[in-house]
């Protein structure tokens, strides 16, 4: 007889015990050991305990051993209940059948001798948080509201709040928001009168939204008998419980001055607390008391000086960069009262960064004409930190005191130092600082000039202070000898520039450049305009454009407009209303003064950041076939009466006599700086409904002087880069997220789209189906309106080398950003244009 078929072994599942009678093992040790009480029996139990909560925590599912673990929950044993409780709890939530098993001897152990077993067992009860159980936590509730000992009371009062979020009819019901009331003035411990405060301030102001009861009830929270009687047993609390005592004092409004006086009499020796948040928090009452008295308010602030300055030396890092916030709070609103003491803000060696620059803004905040040299000699030594970011921002910090008008002499003088310094950052900084200064004080530019005039643009590599150096560039081109073809080698340059904040300011210069210096810079003027015209950036084609039609109608009234007589600036915008401060300064002692905000603008989320994202493309919907999932936008409609029309715009089809000529930008091939247009002069005519003559003679002029010559025909719209797509690409989405996660960031880049295409994103997948006729196709999309995110792939024709896109979305102020990312990272720039010229003509087709 033939032997029976061997059957093919399974391998284990990673997700479960190995061996398939482990489960089986502990179960039946369980049962032997459920009704043990033999000596040993408990240690016993243990071990089995130990090992069923490890399954647990590795994942395991041991969920049926939930019989067997409540029986042996019989037990005095403390450590035994607490892991049974703890098992119970978990599989409770994702098991509410099995949670029914647990109630008998819950309910059993919540009556049990042991305060400790009592408190546990409530605890664990009111964890289970199925909702058709709440009818069993009533009664034990009750009775732990009533228990003698504290620790039960304690945990009770903080079931409450667990049960109203279970079920909020059947708490009130009960009363039992009564009851804490009376417990938390009538307990003698401070910890259950703690936990009531807590539980009342919760539920009352839930429920304040829809019962005017409530409302009143929270109201008595504030009252003058209740804030007394925590005020006298303030010290009997725990940190935390002082803490929200404390808040509760900052909220009442004391009916005279004689009032204020004694609540502060009373809080002076919180001042001298060793815990920093009691610090804070009676800091803050003692700031919201004063407010309407202005003589005792500033006395205010030189009495908790002192307390506060020595809580940012004697905890750690986190600590003291809490406390400091604060103190740049007040240094804000009283800056003279710190101004003594700014040595306590000088960075220390080992001092986090994130430390260190709140000290540098501290220091800025503090400087005035007698502690002005002090601290520009200290920021002076950190400008050769090894820390780069802090050297940056100590060279910021010396400019923004230089603006305050504190010795500027000597501050002007250090960072002229810091501009012959061969440091790239450092002259960057220095250059983007030395520009704000000659906008304020223009009598230095003799100087400044001359050190200026010494750097080579090629060594000025970051955008900002590129533009700076640009701006001099123009703005005193009459000083600078070689102004006109420094700015002659930047335009040349275009195509290699990546930031359109520079091309703005290198087309402005430009302009500025050649009112004073028109010789020799009417070339580079010619070969910057038409750039600027053929550039796929709105902004920067807009300028060009709008200039363009300057110099057409008039030169003139072009340099009136451009370059006009300008005012020392006095005073430079801030970056924070007066009315957002007093917010922060209201929620003190928050998260509001250390994100530096009001509290609105990070929960809310029409107040959140303009892209606020998850960095993981799993958060996204993954299209199957060109994305289905994206989010309408709001409508914006189009408008067609701006000045600065695109040049894609319908203006082409319009009939010359009803709205204007229709006219074509001249085409710029960036290796010869040359420029064509497809039509007459006559067609490129700036339109002007005076009636002058002189605007077709002038545009003739202008062409010629810039070299300009509109005879050969061209495309209104610039021919995108020699770069071919595969229309029929395909790539899955893991490995879509494997490659983004690989590849190092090849571009990042700002773009505006047009009203058109903002309006159409209101469209169902419009702009997927846009993208994929130009052979880019999505992958994944999301967001909410007006935020949205679209992921896009691209194949090169003929190629395996991919490109990858991230695009951000704002509907509301038409921005949005795009991050390239390539296998072959020499050709992203032209991916780059041609991807933009694909976004340009969306809404537009």
């Given at each position: 007889m033939a032997p029976p078929p061997a059957h093919p072994q399974r391998s284990p599942s990673p997700s479960q015990p190995s061996g398939k009678s482990e489960v089986t093992d502990l179960r039946s040790q369980l049962r032997q050991l459920a009704g043990s009480r033999a000596p040993g029996a408990d240690d016993a139990k243990r071990d089995l305990f130990k090992k069923v909560i490890s399954n647990m925590t590795i994942g395991i599912d041991v969920s049926s051993l939930f019989g067997e673990m409540v029986m042996c929950s019989a037990t005095s044993d403390i450590v035994l209940k607490k892991m049974c409780y703890l098992y119970v709890g978990n599989y409770a939530k994702v098991n509410p059948d099995l949670a029914l098993l647990t109630i008998n001897f819950l309910q059993r152990d919540c009556k049990d001798d042991d305060p400790m077993i009592r408190g546990l067992a409530l605890r664990s009860l009111c964890s289970l948080r199925v909702a058709n159980l709440v009818e069993y936590l009533v009664g034990p509730l009750g009775s732990g509201l009533k228990d003698n000992n504290s620790y039960v009371r304690t945990v009770a009062v903080i079931g409450v709040v667990k049960l109203y979020h279970i079920s909020a009819s059947t708490c009130l019901d009960a009363d039992f928001p009564a009851t804490l009331k009376h417990l938390m003035?009538?307990?003698?411990?401070?910890?259950?009168?703690?936990?009531?405060?807590?539980?009342?301030?919760?539920?009352?102001?839930?429920?304040?939204?829809?019962?005017?009861?409530?409302?009143?009830?929270?109201?008595?929270l504030v009252s003058k008998p209740v804030i007394y009687y925590l005020l006298n047993r303030i010290k009997e609390f725990s940190e935390w419980a002082q803490c929200l005592v404390l808040e509760l004092v900052a909220k009442y409004i004391p009916s005279d001055n004689s009032e204020i006086f004694d609540i502060m009499n009373l809080l002076e020796d919180r001042l001298q607390h060793a815990n920093g948040a009691v610090v804070l928090a009676t800091s803050?009452?003692?700031?919201?008391?004063?407010?309407?008295?202005?003589?005792?308010?500033?006395?205010?602030?030189?009495?908790?000086?002192?307390?506060?300055?020595?809580?940012?030396?004697?905890?750690?890092?986190?600590?003291?960069?809490?406390?400091?916030?604060?103190?740049?709070?007040?240094?804000?609103?009283?800056?003279?009262?710190?101004?003594?003491?700014?040595?306590?803000?000088?960075?220390?060696?080992?001092?986090?960064?994130?430390?260190?620059?709140?000290?540098?803004?501290?220091?800025?905040?503090?400087?005035?004409?007698?502690?002005?040299?002090?601290?520009?000699?200290?920021?002076?030594?950190?400008?050769?930190?090894?820390?780069?970011?802090?050297?940056?921002?100590?060279?910021?910090?010396?400019?923004?005191?230089?603006?305050?008008?504190?010795?500027?002499?000597?501050?002007?003088?250090?960072?002229?130092?810091?501009?012959?310094?061969?440091?790239?950052?450092?002259?960057?900084?220095?250059?983007?600082?030395?520009?704000?200064?000659?906008?304020?004080?223009?009598?230095?530019?003799?100087?400044?000039?001359?050190?200026?005039?010494?750097?080579?643009?090629?060594?000025?590599?970051?955008?900002?202070?590129?533009?700076?150096?640009?701006?001099?560039?123009?703005?005193?081109?009459?000083?600078?000898?070689?102004?006109?073809?420094?700015?002659?080698?930047?335009?040349?340059?275009?195509?290699?520039?990546?930031?359109?904040?520079?091309?703005?300011?290198?087309?402005?210069?430009?302009?500025?450049?050649?009112?004073?210096?028109a010789p020799e810079t009417q070339k580079a003027l010619g070969a910057g305009l038409a750039a600027g015209l053929a550039d796929f950036h709105q902004d920067v084609h807009d300028r060009a454009l709008f200039y363009y039609r300057l110099l057409q109608y008039k030169v003139s009234v072009a340099e009136s407009v451009v370059n006009p007589p300008k005012q020392a600036v006095s005073v430079f915008a801030d970056s924070q209303s007066s009315e957002i401060k007093d917010r922060i300064f209201d929620e003190f002692n928050s998260l509001s003064v250390i994100y530096q905000k009001p509290s609105y603008m990070f929960t809310d989320k029409e107040h959140r950041g303009t892209f606020e994202f998850s960095d993981e493309l799993a958060n996204l919907t993954i299209n199957a076939e060109a994305g289905d999932s994206a989010v309408p936008a709001q409508r914006v409609e189009a408008n067609d009466n701006d000045l600065l029309l695109s040049i894609t715009e319908k203006e082409e089809g319009r009939d010359a006599a009803s709205n204007g000529s229709a006219y074509s930008a001249p085409s710029y091939d960036g290796a010869s700086a040359t420029s064509a247009a497809s039509q007459s002069l006559a067609d490129l005519a700036f339109s002007s409904t005076s009636g002058s003559g002189q605007a077709p003679a002038s545009s003739f002029a202008i062409d010629d002087l810039l070299g300009l010559d509109f005879s050969v025909g061209a495309a209104a719209t610039p021919t995108p880069p020699p770069l071919s797509l595969n229309p029929k690409a395909v790539l899955d989405p893991g490995t879509f997220q494997q490659k983004w996660r690989q590849l190092p960031l090849s571009l990042s880049e700002d773009f505006s789209l047009s009203p058109q295409g903002v309006a159409a994103l209101a469209t169902s997948n419009a702009l997927l189906r846009h993208m994929q006729?130009?052979?880019?196709?999505?992958?994944?999309?999301?967001?909410?309106?007006?935020?949205?995110?679209?992921?896009?792939?691209?194949?090169?024709?003929?190629?395996?080398?991919?490109?990858?896109?991230?695009?951000?979305?704002?509907?509301?102020?038409?921005?949005?950003?795009?991050?390239?990312?390539?296998?072959?990272?020499?050709?992203?720039?032209?991916?780059?244009?041609?991807?933009q010229s694909a976004l340009s003509k969306f809404g537009t087709a």
């Amino acid at each position: 007889m033939a032997p029976p078929p061997a059957h093919p072994q399974r391998s284990p599942s990673p997700s479960q015990p190995s061996g398939k009678s482990e489960v089986t093992d502990l179960r039946s040790q369980l049962r032997q050991l459920a009704g043990s009480r033999a000596p040993g029996a408990d240690d016993a139990k243990r071990d089995l305990f130990k090992k069923v909560i490890s399954n647990m925590t590795i994942g395991i599912d041991v969920s049926s051993l939930f019989g067997e673990m409540v029986m042996c929950s019989a037990t005095s044993d403390i450590v035994l209940k607490k892991m049974c409780y703890l098992y119970v709890g978990n599989y409770a939530k994702v098991n509410p059948d099995l949670a029914l098993l647990t109630i008998n001897f819950l309910q059993r152990d919540c009556k049990d001798d042991d305060p400790m077993i009592r408190g546990l067992a409530l605890r664990s009860l009111c964890s289970l948080r199925v909702a058709n159980l709440v009818e069993y936590l009533v009664g034990p509730l009750g009775s732990g509201l009533k228990d003698n000992n504290s620790y039960v009371r304690t945990v009770a009062v903080i079931g409450v709040v667990k049960l109203y979020h279970i079920s909020a009819s059947t708490c009130l019901d009960a009363d039992f928001p009564a009851t804490l009331k009376h417990l938390m003035l009538n307990d003698p411990d401070t910890q259950v009168v703690a936990n009531c405060l807590s539980a009342l301030q919760e539920i009352w102001t839930l429920e304040s939204t829809s019962s005017e009861e409530a409302a009143k009830e929270r109201e008595t929270l504030v009252s003058k008998p209740v804030i007394y009687y925590l005020l006298n047993r303030i010290k009997e609390f725990s940190e935390w419980a002082q803490c929200l005592v404390l808040e509760l004092v900052a909220k009442y409004i004391p009916s005279d001055n004689s009032e204020i006086f004694d609540i502060m009499n009373l809080l002076e020796d919180r001042l001298q607390h060793a815990n920093g948040a009691v610090v804070l928090a009676t800091s803050k009452v003692f700031l919201h008391l004063t407010l309407s008295m202005a003589d005792v308010h500033q006395q205010v602030y030189e009495r908790i000086k002192a307390p506060l300055l020595t809580q940012v030396s004697a905890g750690s890092p986190e600590q003291s960069y809490a406390v400091l916030s604060h103190l740049h709070l007040l240094v804000m609103r009283a800056p003279y009262i710190f101004s003594s003491d700014y040595k306590h803000f000088y960075c220390q060696y080992n001092e986090p960064s994130y430390v260190k620059k709140l000290k540098l803004e501290m220091l800025t905040a503090v400087a005035n004409e007698s502690n002005t040299y002090d601290i520009v000699t200290e920021l002076c030594e950190y400008a050769a930190n090894v820390d780069i970011p802090i050297a940056r921002e100590s060279i910021r910090a010396v400019g923004k005191i230089a603006l305050q008008q504190y010795d500027v002499n000597a501050i002007v003088d250090r960072l002229l130092q810091f501009l012959e310094m061969e440091k790239d950052y450092v002259t960057c900084e220095a250059l983007v600082l030395v520009k704000d200064l000659l906008r304020k004080y223009p009598q230095w530019s003799q100087d400044c000039i001359a050190v200026v005039g010494n750097i080579s643009s090629k060594n000025v590599q970051e955008p900002k202070a590129k533009a700076a150096l640009i701006w001099m560039l123009g703005e005193y081109s009459q000083d600078m000898p070689d102004a006109p073809y420094v700015l002659e080698s930047l335009v040349e340059n275009w195509d290699e520039e990546h930031s359109a904040e520079v091309r703005l300011h290198l087309l402005t210069a430009v302009m500025k450049c050649f009112f004073k210096r028109a010789p020799e810079t009417q070339k580079a003027l010619g070969a910057g305009l038409a750039a600027g015209l053929a550039d796929f950036h709105q902004d920067v084609h807009d300028r060009a454009l709008f200039y363009y039609r300057l110099l057409q109608y008039k030169v003139s009234v072009a340099e009136s407009v451009v370059n006009p007589p300008k005012q020392a600036v006095s005073v430079f915008a801030d970056s924070q209303s007066s009315e957002i401060k007093d917010r922060i300064f209201d929620e003190f002692n928050s998260l509001s003064v250390i994100y530096q905000k009001p509290s609105y603008m990070f929960t809310d989320k029409e107040h959140r950041g303009t892209f606020e994202f998850s960095d993981e493309l799993a958060n996204l919907t993954i299209n199957a076939e060109a994305g289905d999932s994206a989010v309408p936008a709001q409508r914006v409609e189009a408008n067609d009466n701006d000045l600065l029309l695109s040049i894609t715009e319908k203006e082409e089809g319009r009939d010359a006599a009803s709205n204007g000529s229709a006219y074509s930008a001249p085409s710029y091939d960036g290796a010869s700086a040359t420029s064509a247009a497809s039509q007459s002069l006559a067609d490129l005519a700036f339109s002007s409904t005076s009636g002058s003559g002189q605007a077709p003679a002038s545009s003739f002029a202008i062409d010629d002087l810039l070299g300009l010559d509109f005879s050969v025909g061209a495309a209104a719209t610039p021919t995108p880069p020699p770069l071919s797509l595969n229309p029929k690409a395909v790539l899955d989405p893991g490995t879509f997220q494997q490659k983004w996660r690989q590849l190092p960031l090849s571009l990042s880049e700002d773009f505006s789209l047009s009203p058109q295409g903002v309006a159409a994103l209101a469209t169902s997948n419009a702009l997927l189906r846009h993208m994929q006729s130009h052979s880019i196709h999505c992958i994944a999309s999301g967001g909410q309106s007006p935020n949205f995110k679209f992921f896009f792939f691209a194949q090169k024709a003929e190629s395996a080398s991919i490109y990858l896109v991230e695009l951000l979305i704002n509907s509301s102020s038409a921005k949005s950003q795009i991050k390239i990312k390539a296998d072959d990272q020499s050709t992203s720039q032209a991916f780059s244009t041609l991807f933009q010229s694909a976004l340009s003509k969306f809404g537009t087709a």
